[in-house]
């Protein structure tokens, strides 16, 4: 439950936040605009449904700036911190008090685990549990895959990991409840994606290729092995055998430069599928 009402001089302040924050991320991608309002919303959801008591102000501001690090940088791994540097920064611009600032920029450091240091008072554990509600559900796995570099599987098993925990991370019973519907439509979700993924992999498993006979591999091949790496065996080089059977190309010049351009290949591809298929080195720690 609220403390207490939000004054005057914090609504405007909010209003002004607001506008600052819907500016920066108009073209964010996964974590633009309305994902930042749906945080606000689910923060209000809770914290109006919870026994403990929440500083209105608090709560609202750290939910508006919580990926606000995210904004003029490709990765997140640090966007709590960055992102608490940005609101410190703006909030003692606008003449909130210090002690008050802090808590805020505490919500915004603390929200996410790439900062690895956990929420600790209701406000932060509002936040915390009102932006993993956004990543549940069909809208929460499309805004984590946007943007995302990667081969489809690389991403997709990345996302399903991730959403399969969220839920079961939630700090509060109300969030548990107002997220039950989101994490039935997430496990619906990742298992419409793992079909559709196993599909894929059914298909592109071995398709078979015109190759004149003599060649070693008649099929471009994606082996269960290389579904870690998403790599598949795409080689198909003729034997030495197999290059004597070849239509001759007009002159021994040209006969001797392709000959000697397609053994190159053939080697260069050996080696590349060897390297792709080595064990990883441990390295020292």
């Not at 002159?251 to 792709?276: D, N």
Request: hydrophobic share 40%; aromatic share 6%.
């Amino acid at each position: 439950m609220f403390e207490r009402p939000l004054t005057r001089r914090e609504y405007q302040l909010i209003r002004q936040i607001e506008a600052f924050v819907r500016d920066k991320h108009a073209h964010a991608l996964g974590h633009d605009y309305s994902h930042v309002l749906a945080v606000v919303h689910y923060a209000l959801r809770i914290a109006q449904a919870i026994p403990e008591e929440v500083d209105p102000f608090v709560l609202i501001c750290g939910a508006l700036f919580h990926d606000i690090g995210r904004i003029g940088t490709h990765t997140g791994v640090l966007h709590g911190l960055r992102g608490a540097s940005i609101a410190s920064e703006y909030l003692a611009s606008v003449g909130v008090p210090g002690a008050v600032c802090q808590r805020i920029c505490n919500i915004v450091a603390r929200h996410t685990p790439t900062s690895m240091i956990p929420p600790e008072t209701t406000e932060e554990k509002v936040v915390y549990d009102a932006d993993a509600l956004d990543r549940l559900g069909l809208m929460g796995m499309l805004r984590g895959i946007m943007g995302k570099r990667g081969s489809t599987a690389e991403i997709l098993a990345d996302r399903m990991g991730k959403r399969a925990e969220d839920y079961d991370r939630l700090y509060f019973e109300e969030s548990a409840r107002i997220g039950e519907a989101l994490q039935e439509e997430t496990v619906e979700v990742i298992a419409r994606f793992r079909a559709a993924l196993d599909e894929r992999f059914r298909a592109i498993a071995e398709i078979p290729l015109p190759v004149a006979e003599g060649c070693e591999i008649t099929a471009l091949r994606y082996a269960p092995e290389e579904r870690e790496t998403g790599v598949p065996a795409f080689i198909a080089w003729p034997t030495a055998e197999a290059l004597d059977k070849l239509t001759p190309l007009p002159g021994e010049e040209s006969q001797a430069r392709m000959r000697a351009l397609l053994s190159r290949r053939s080697e260069q591809t050996a080696r590349r599928a060897q390297e792709l298929r080595r064990p990883e080195e441990p390295r020292d720690v």
